[in-house]
Protein backbone atom coordinates (compact mmCIF):
# COMPACT_ATOMS: atom_id res chain seq x y z
CA UNK A 1 0.00 0.00 0.00
CA UNK A 2 0.95 3.25 -0.95
CA UNK A 3 0.97 5.85 2.11
CA UNK A 4 0.58 9.60 2.40
CA UNK A 5 0.39 11.97 5.57
CA UNK A 6 -2.22 14.44 5.89
CA UNK A 7 -2.92 17.08 8.13
CA UNK A 8 -6.77 18.67 8.90
CA UNK A 9 -6.88 21.73 11.62
CA UNK A 10 -10.42 22.16 13.37
CA UNK A 11 -10.44 18.08 14.03
CA UNK A 12 -12.47 18.45 16.51
CA UNK A 13 -15.21 20.75 14.82
CA UNK A 14 -18.28 19.41 13.42
CA UNK A 15 -17.33 19.49 9.78
CA UNK A 16 -14.29 17.65 10.92
CA UNK A 17 -16.75 15.19 12.18
CA UNK A 18 -18.19 14.21 9.00
CA UNK A 19 -14.72 14.53 7.20
CA UNK A 20 -12.14 12.62 9.04
CA UNK A 21 -13.74 8.78 8.30
CA UNK A 22 -14.07 9.35 4.94
CA UNK A 23 -10.19 10.51 4.72
CA UNK A 24 -9.32 7.10 6.06
CA UNK A 25 -11.83 4.75 4.81
CA UNK A 26 -10.19 4.11 1.00
CA UNK A 27 -13.01 6.63 -0.28
CA UNK A 28 -10.64 9.78 -0.93
CA UNK A 29 -7.44 9.33 -1.94
CA UNK A 30 -8.24 5.44 -2.82
CA UNK A 31 -8.03 1.63 -1.70
CA UNK A 32 -4.89 1.36 -2.07
CA UNK A 33 -3.61 4.18 0.22
CA UNK A 34 -2.67 4.16 3.93
CA UNK A 35 -3.69 7.28 5.30
CA UNK A 36 -1.66 9.00 8.17
CA UNK A 37 -3.99 11.31 9.90
CA UNK A 38 -2.25 14.37 11.75
CA UNK A 39 -5.40 16.16 13.22
CA UNK A 40 -4.59 19.92 14.95
CA UNK A 41 -6.55 21.59 17.54
CA UNK A 42 -6.09 24.88 19.80
CA UNK A 43 -4.67 23.95 23.16
CA UNK A 44 -7.85 23.84 24.66
CA UNK A 45 -9.79 21.74 22.88
CA UNK A 46 -6.66 19.57 21.47
CA UNK A 47 -7.37 16.45 24.39
CA UNK A 48 -11.04 16.44 22.87
CA UNK A 49 -9.29 14.62 19.45
CA UNK A 50 -8.43 11.51 21.87
CA UNK A 51 -12.17 10.49 21.68
CA UNK A 52 -12.22 10.74 17.80
CA UNK A 53 -8.85 9.20 17.31
CA UNK A 54 -10.77 6.43 19.06
CA UNK A 55 -13.83 6.50 16.63
CA UNK A 56 -11.44 6.37 14.35
CA UNK A 57 -9.76 3.14 14.72
CA UNK A 58 -13.21 1.72 15.96
CA UNK A 59 -14.37 2.09 12.11
CA UNK A 60 -11.79 -0.21 11.37
CA UNK A 61 -11.08 0.95 8.21
CA UNK A 62 -7.79 -1.00 6.63
CA UNK A 63 -6.65 2.00 4.81
CA UNK A 64 -6.04 4.48 8.12
CA UNK A 65 -2.57 4.64 9.42
CA UNK A 66 -0.85 6.44 12.45
CA UNK A 67 -3.47 8.94 14.32
CA UNK A 68 -2.06 12.08 15.87
CA UNK A 69 -3.44 14.42 17.60
CA UNK A 70 -1.56 17.80 18.11
CA UNK A 71 -1.63 21.79 19.03
CA UNK A 72 1.70 22.52 17.44
CA UNK A 73 1.29 22.92 13.77
CA UNK A 74 4.43 22.31 12.91
CA UNK A 75 4.36 18.60 13.97
CA UNK A 76 1.09 18.69 12.87
CA UNK A 77 2.07 19.55 8.82
CA UNK A 78 5.53 18.21 8.75
CA UNK A 79 6.08 16.20 5.60
CA UNK A 80 1.67 16.23 4.81
CA UNK A 81 0.78 15.71 1.38
CA UNK A 82 -2.41 17.28 1.77
CA UNK A 83 -2.95 19.81 4.35
CA UNK A 84 -6.47 20.53 4.95
CA UNK A 85 -7.00 24.13 6.89
CA UNK A 86 -10.99 23.73 7.99
CA UNK A 87 -10.09 25.37 11.36
CA UNK A 88 -11.17 29.35 12.13
CA UNK A 89 -12.35 31.05 14.66
CA UNK A 90 -16.12 32.19 13.74
CA UNK A 91 -17.72 35.47 13.66
CA UNK A 92 -19.39 36.34 17.51
CA UNK A 93 -16.54 34.41 19.19
CA UNK A 94 -15.37 37.04 22.49
CA UNK A 95 -11.10 37.93 21.62
CA UNK A 96 -9.74 39.64 24.22
CA UNK A 97 -12.89 40.52 25.75
CA UNK A 98 -13.91 41.76 22.14
CA UNK A 99 -17.41 40.27 20.14
CA UNK A 100 -15.95 39.94 16.80
CA UNK A 101 -18.62 40.86 14.43
CA UNK A 102 -17.08 43.01 11.85
CA UNK A 103 -15.98 41.23 8.89
CA UNK A 104 -12.41 43.40 8.76
CA UNK A 105 -11.76 42.22 12.14
CA UNK A 106 -12.93 38.69 11.67
CA UNK A 107 -10.49 38.43 8.29
CA UNK A 108 -8.04 40.14 10.85
CA UNK A 109 -8.04 37.36 13.52
CA UNK A 110 -8.44 34.49 11.09
CA UNK A 111 -5.12 36.39 9.14
CA UNK A 112 -2.82 35.98 12.27
CA UNK A 113 -3.89 32.30 12.41
CA UNK A 114 -3.33 31.74 9.11
CA UNK A 115 0.28 33.79 9.10
CA UNK A 116 1.54 31.21 11.03
CA UNK A 117 0.03 27.86 9.43
CA UNK A 118 1.08 29.39 6.29
CA UNK A 119 5.05 29.69 7.22
CA UNK A 120 4.79 26.17 8.98
CA UNK A 121 3.54 24.46 6.29
CA UNK A 122 5.95 26.44 3.73
CA UNK A 123 9.14 25.09 5.40
CA UNK A 124 7.69 21.82 6.84
CA UNK A 125 5.22 20.07 3.93
CA UNK A 126 6.08 18.14 1.57
CA UNK A 127 7.64 20.65 -1.45
CA UNK A 128 4.73 19.68 -4.02
CA UNK A 129 1.69 19.50 -0.65
CA UNK A 130 -1.36 20.44 -1.79
CA UNK A 131 -3.17 22.75 1.07
CA UNK A 132 -7.23 23.49 0.64
CA UNK A 133 -8.57 25.97 2.79
CA UNK A 134 -12.15 25.64 4.14
CA UNK A 135 -11.73 27.97 7.24
CA UNK A 136 -13.62 31.08 6.40
CA UNK A 137 -12.94 33.64 5.48
CA UNK A 138 -11.69 30.85 2.86
CA UNK A 139 -9.92 33.15 -0.22
CA UNK A 140 -8.21 35.62 1.82
CA UNK A 141 -6.96 32.80 4.72
CA UNK A 142 -5.57 30.82 1.62
CA UNK A 143 -4.32 34.35 0.53
CA UNK A 144 -2.61 34.88 3.89
CA UNK A 145 -1.07 31.34 4.05
CA UNK A 146 0.26 30.80 0.72
CA UNK A 147 2.09 34.02 0.68
CA UNK A 148 3.58 33.42 4.23
CA UNK A 149 4.69 30.19 2.94
CA UNK A 150 7.28 31.63 0.35
CA UNK A 151 6.91 28.20 -1.42
CA UNK A 152 5.45 28.46 -4.68
CA UNK A 153 5.94 25.05 -5.62
CA UNK A 154 3.04 23.86 -3.22
CA UNK A 155 -0.32 24.21 -4.52
CA UNK A 156 -3.08 26.61 -2.48
CA UNK A 157 -6.64 26.14 -3.18
CA UNK A 158 -9.59 27.52 -1.04
CA UNK A 159 -13.11 25.72 -0.96
CA UNK A 160 -15.80 26.51 -3.66
CA UNK A 161 -17.13 23.37 -4.12
CA UNK A 162 -20.04 23.30 -1.34
CA UNK A 163 -21.23 25.94 -3.53
CA UNK A 164 -20.93 24.58 -6.77
CA UNK A 165 -22.41 21.30 -5.90
CA UNK A 166 -25.53 24.02 -4.47
CA UNK A 167 -25.82 25.38 -7.79
CA UNK A 168 -25.79 22.10 -9.69
CA UNK A 169 -28.45 21.08 -7.12
CA UNK A 170 -30.82 24.10 -7.45
CA UNK A 171 -30.40 24.15 -11.64
CA UNK A 172 -31.38 20.08 -11.69
CA UNK A 173 -33.90 20.65 -9.10
CA UNK A 174 -35.43 23.50 -11.93
CA UNK A 175 -35.01 21.53 -14.80
CA UNK A 176 -36.19 18.61 -13.18
CA UNK A 177 -33.18 16.57 -14.55
CA UNK A 178 -30.69 14.41 -12.52
CA UNK A 179 -28.07 16.02 -10.41
CA UNK A 180 -25.09 13.92 -12.66
CA UNK A 181 -26.35 15.39 -15.66
CA UNK A 182 -25.07 18.99 -14.44
CA UNK A 183 -21.48 19.46 -15.60
CA UNK A 184 -19.14 22.77 -16.42
CA UNK A 185 -20.47 24.52 -13.23
CA UNK A 186 -17.88 27.49 -11.82
CA UNK A 187 -18.33 29.29 -9.51
CA UNK A 188 -16.53 32.42 -9.86
CA UNK A 189 -14.38 34.54 -7.39
CA UNK A 190 -15.18 34.63 -3.39
CA UNK A 191 -16.87 32.23 -1.07
CA UNK A 192 -19.40 34.36 0.32
CA UNK A 193 -22.62 35.90 -1.16
CA UNK A 194 -20.94 37.93 -3.66
CA UNK A 195 -19.68 34.61 -5.42
CA UNK A 196 -20.66 33.83 -9.34
CA UNK A 197 -22.39 30.42 -9.88
CA UNK A 198 -22.61 30.57 -13.61
CA UNK A 199 -25.72 29.30 -14.97
CA UNK A 200 -24.78 30.61 -18.56
CA UNK A 201 -21.62 28.01 -18.91
CA UNK A 202 -22.94 25.25 -16.67
CA UNK A 203 -24.42 22.46 -18.89
CA UNK A 204 -27.25 19.99 -18.14
CA UNK A 205 -26.91 17.19 -20.02
CA UNK A 206 -24.29 18.90 -22.58
CA UNK A 207 -26.72 21.50 -23.20
CA UNK A 208 -26.11 25.52 -21.25
CA UNK A 209 -28.54 25.12 -18.02
CA UNK A 210 -29.89 28.74 -19.00
CA UNK A 211 -31.01 26.86 -22.31
CA UNK A 212 -32.67 23.94 -21.41
CA UNK A 213 -34.32 26.04 -18.08
CA UNK A 214 -35.51 29.00 -20.77
CA UNK A 215 -36.60 31.10 -17.52
CA UNK A 216 -34.28 34.12 -17.96
CA UNK A 217 -36.21 35.81 -14.93
CA UNK A 218 -35.51 32.67 -12.62
CA UNK A 219 -31.74 32.47 -13.41
CA UNK A 220 -30.56 36.22 -13.24
CA UNK A 221 -33.22 37.20 -10.25
CA UNK A 222 -33.83 34.32 -8.77
CA UNK A 223 -31.09 30.99 -9.14
CA UNK A 224 -28.19 33.49 -7.54
CA UNK A 225 -29.56 34.41 -4.26
CA UNK A 226 -31.09 30.43 -3.60
CA UNK A 227 -27.33 29.48 -4.06
CA UNK A 228 -25.28 32.88 -2.39
CA UNK A 229 -27.48 32.53 0.06
CA UNK A 230 -27.82 28.89 0.62
CA UNK A 231 -25.53 28.55 3.68
CA UNK A 232 -27.55 30.77 5.60
CA UNK A 233 -31.00 29.18 4.84
CA UNK A 234 -29.29 25.84 6.22
CA UNK A 235 -27.96 27.57 9.33
CA UNK A 236 -32.20 28.77 9.71
CA UNK A 237 -33.31 25.20 9.56
CA UNK A 238 -30.94 23.22 11.52
CA UNK A 239 -29.63 25.86 13.95
CA UNK A 240 -26.01 24.91 13.01
CA UNK A 241 -24.31 25.72 9.39
CA UNK A 242 -23.61 23.42 6.96
CA UNK A 243 -21.25 20.24 8.13
CA UNK A 244 -21.78 17.42 6.39
CA UNK A 245 -21.90 18.69 2.86
CA UNK A 246 -18.95 21.26 3.43
CA UNK A 247 -16.73 17.98 4.83
CA UNK A 248 -18.18 16.16 1.25
CA UNK A 249 -17.33 19.37 -0.72
CA UNK A 250 -13.87 19.07 0.82
CA UNK A 251 -13.61 15.49 -0.62
CA UNK A 252 -14.90 16.15 -3.83
CA UNK A 253 -12.32 18.94 -4.02
CA UNK A 254 -8.98 16.56 -2.99
CA UNK A 255 -10.37 13.88 -5.41
CA UNK A 256 -10.86 16.16 -8.50
CA UNK A 257 -7.32 17.94 -7.95
CA UNK A 258 -5.56 14.47 -7.33
CA UNK A 259 -7.29 12.78 -10.22
CA UNK A 260 -7.66 13.98 -14.00
CA UNK A 261 -10.78 15.62 -15.14
CA UNK A 262 -13.43 13.93 -17.62
CA UNK A 263 -13.10 14.84 -20.73
CA UNK A 264 -15.00 18.23 -21.83
CA UNK A 265 -15.63 18.89 -17.67
CA UNK A 266 -14.55 20.89 -15.09
CA UNK A 267 -14.49 21.55 -11.51
CA UNK A 268 -14.77 24.71 -9.19
CA UNK A 269 -12.14 25.68 -6.97
CA UNK A 270 -10.15 28.97 -6.03
CA UNK A 271 -6.75 29.51 -7.00
CA UNK A 272 -4.22 32.50 -7.26
CA UNK A 273 -5.25 33.91 -10.38
CA UNK A 274 -2.43 34.28 -13.00
CA UNK A 275 -4.69 37.16 -14.61
CA UNK A 276 -6.64 35.03 -16.53
CA UNK A 277 -10.50 36.68 -17.66
CA UNK A 278 -8.66 39.93 -16.03
CA UNK A 279 -8.57 39.07 -12.57
CA UNK A 280 -5.27 40.57 -10.60
CA UNK A 281 -2.95 38.57 -10.41
CA UNK A 282 -2.47 36.34 -7.09
CA UNK A 283 -5.77 36.75 -5.52
CA UNK A 284 -7.47 33.68 -5.10
CA UNK A 285 -10.35 33.26 -7.16
CA UNK A 286 -12.74 31.13 -8.26
CA UNK A 287 -12.03 29.38 -11.74
CA UNK A 288 -13.04 26.67 -13.74
CA UNK A 289 -10.20 24.33 -13.25
CA UNK A 290 -8.80 20.74 -15.14
CA UNK A 291 -6.20 18.52 -13.20
CA UNK A 292 -3.92 15.85 -15.58
CA UNK A 293 -4.03 13.56 -12.14
CA UNK A 294 -0.29 14.52 -11.57
CA UNK A 295 -0.36 17.34 -9.90
CA UNK A 296 -1.07 19.92 -13.05
CA UNK A 297 -4.07 22.31 -12.31
CA UNK A 298 -5.13 24.50 -15.55
CA UNK A 299 -7.43 27.17 -15.55
CA UNK A 300 -9.71 26.40 -18.13
CA UNK A 301 -9.78 29.48 -20.97
CA UNK A 302 -11.91 30.82 -23.09
CA UNK A 303 -15.16 30.62 -21.40
CA UNK A 304 -17.22 33.13 -22.87
CA UNK A 305 -19.04 35.79 -20.03
CA UNK A 306 -22.00 37.70 -20.93
CA UNK A 307 -22.57 41.35 -19.86
CA UNK A 308 -24.50 39.91 -16.76
CA UNK A 309 -21.30 37.32 -15.66
CA UNK A 310 -18.88 40.15 -16.32
CA UNK A 311 -21.17 42.95 -13.97
CA UNK A 312 -21.14 39.69 -11.51
CA UNK A 313 -17.29 38.77 -11.22
CA UNK A 314 -16.86 43.04 -11.00
CA UNK A 315 -18.37 42.63 -8.16
CA UNK A 316 -17.28 39.46 -6.24
CA UNK A 317 -13.39 40.77 -7.47
CA UNK A 318 -14.00 43.94 -5.60
CA UNK A 319 -14.77 42.26 -2.20
CA UNK A 320 -11.77 40.22 -2.52
CA UNK A 321 -9.60 43.25 -3.56
CA UNK A 322 -11.07 45.24 -0.07
CA UNK A 323 -10.37 41.83 2.22
CA UNK A 324 -6.90 41.94 0.76
CA UNK A 325 -6.46 45.48 1.39
CA UNK A 326 -8.20 44.95 5.16
CA UNK A 327 -5.16 42.42 5.85
CA UNK A 328 -2.83 43.88 3.93
CA UNK A 329 -0.07 44.46 7.17
CA UNK A 330 -0.16 40.43 7.39
CA UNK A 331 0.88 39.88 3.29
CA UNK A 332 4.12 41.93 3.70
P1 LIG B 1 -16.50 24.55 14.22
O1 LIG B 1 -16.56 25.81 15.00
O2 LIG B 1 -17.40 23.41 14.54
O3 LIG B 1 -15.01 23.98 14.26
C1 LIG B 1 -13.90 24.78 14.04
C2 LIG B 1 -12.77 24.17 14.83
O4 LIG B 1 -11.57 24.85 14.48
C3 LIG B 1 -12.94 24.31 16.36
O5 LIG B 1 -12.85 23.02 16.95
C4 LIG B 1 -11.78 25.21 16.75
O6 LIG B 1 -11.25 24.87 18.01
C5 LIG B 1 -10.78 24.91 15.63
N1 LIG B 1 -9.75 25.94 15.46
C6 LIG B 1 -9.86 27.28 15.57
N2 LIG B 1 -8.68 27.87 15.38
C7 LIG B 1 -7.79 26.90 15.12
C8 LIG B 1 -6.40 26.88 14.87
N3 LIG B 1 -5.69 28.00 14.87
N4 LIG B 1 -5.81 25.69 14.65
C9 LIG B 1 -6.50 24.55 14.69
N5 LIG B 1 -7.82 24.50 14.94
C10 LIG B 1 -8.45 25.66 15.15
O7 LIG B 1 -16.66 24.99 12.69
P2 LIG B 1 -17.04 24.11 11.43
O8 LIG B 1 -18.50 24.09 11.26
O9 LIG B 1 -16.29 22.83 11.46
O10 LIG B 1 -16.49 25.07 10.26
C11 LIG B 1 -15.11 25.28 10.07
C12 LIG B 1 -14.90 26.43 9.12
O11 LIG B 1 -15.41 26.13 7.83
C13 LIG B 1 -15.58 27.73 9.53
O12 LIG B 1 -14.69 28.81 9.32
C14 LIG B 1 -16.72 27.85 8.55
O13 LIG B 1 -17.11 29.20 8.35
C15 LIG B 1 -16.09 27.26 7.32
N6 LIG B 1 -16.97 26.85 6.24
C16 LIG B 1 -16.51 26.99 4.98
C17 LIG B 1 -17.21 26.55 3.90
C18 LIG B 1 -16.67 26.71 2.51
O14 LIG B 1 -17.41 26.37 1.59
N7 LIG B 1 -15.45 27.19 2.28
C19 LIG B 1 -18.54 25.96 4.06
C20 LIG B 1 -18.81 25.44 5.42
C21 LIG B 1 -18.26 26.26 6.55
O15 LIG B 1 -19.15 27.30 6.82
Redesign the pocket.
Known amino acids: MKEINVAV ?9 SLLPRLVSGETFGVDTKVNLRL ?3 P ?2 VDKLEGTIMELIDCGFEQTGSLLAT ?1 D ?1 KEGVKDAHWVLL ?5 RGIVVDGKKIEERSDLLKI ?1 GG ?1 FT ?2 GEAIGKLAQEDAKIL ?4 P ?1 NTNALIGRTKSENPAQSWF ?6 ANRAKAQLAEKAGAEISSVTNMTVWGN ?1 SPTMYPDPYNAQIDGVSAVEVINDLDWVENEYLPLVQQR ?1 KAVIDARG ?4 A ?2 AN ?1 AIDTVKAVDNKTEEGDWFSAAVPSDGSYGIPEDLIFGFPLTSNGQGKIDIVQGIELNDFAQAKIKITTDELLSEKEAVKDLLD
Do not use: F, R
Not at 9 to 14: H, I, L, N, R, S
Not at 133 to 136: R, Y
Open positions: TGGAGQIAYIEIQVAIVGSIPNIDQVVGNAAMTALDHGASSASAA
